[in-house]
């Protein structure tokens, strides 16, 4: 089994930042694609962030420019630095990896249990 263990989230003010890390741990033998993800009350889960093995990224219109994600790949750890953050970014950030477990041959999706983020006005 792999854990994706999330931190970092929290209440803070227009144009403030905030860093999220996620850990993966387990039964790991190889992680492709990390990302970020986030659910606000009434909405569907909608992608933020991801990032391939290689360290390319994709983002989504709402937060390019303001949020920078990485990951560490010897510590199966991604981050995502929040920055210029504003109340509709409120919301669940879950923590998501596609990884191949030790003795696997297919790719599995992950998730964390999410972090609450909260921007006041």
């Known amino acids: 089994q792999v854990q994706l263990a999330e931190s970092g989230g929290g209440l803070v003010q227009f144009g403030g930042s905030l860093r999220l890390s996620c850990a993966a741990s387990?039964?790991?033998?190889?992680?492709?694609?990390m990302g970020w993800y986030r659910q606000a009350p009434g909405n569907q889960r909608e992608l933020v962030a991801t990032i391939t093995f290689a360290g390319n990224t994709n983002y989504a219109g709402s937060v390019k420019g303001r949020f920078t994600i990485s990951r560490d790949n010897a510590k199966n750890t991604v981050y995502l630095q929040m920055n210029s953050l504003k109340p509709e970014d409120t919301a669940v950030y879950y923590c998501n990896a596609r990884v191949m477990e030790v003795g696997a041959t297919t790719w599995d999706d992950y998730w964390g249990q999410g972090t609450q983020v909260t921007v006041s006005s």
């Open positions: 387990g039964n790991i033998f190889s992680i492709n694609a």
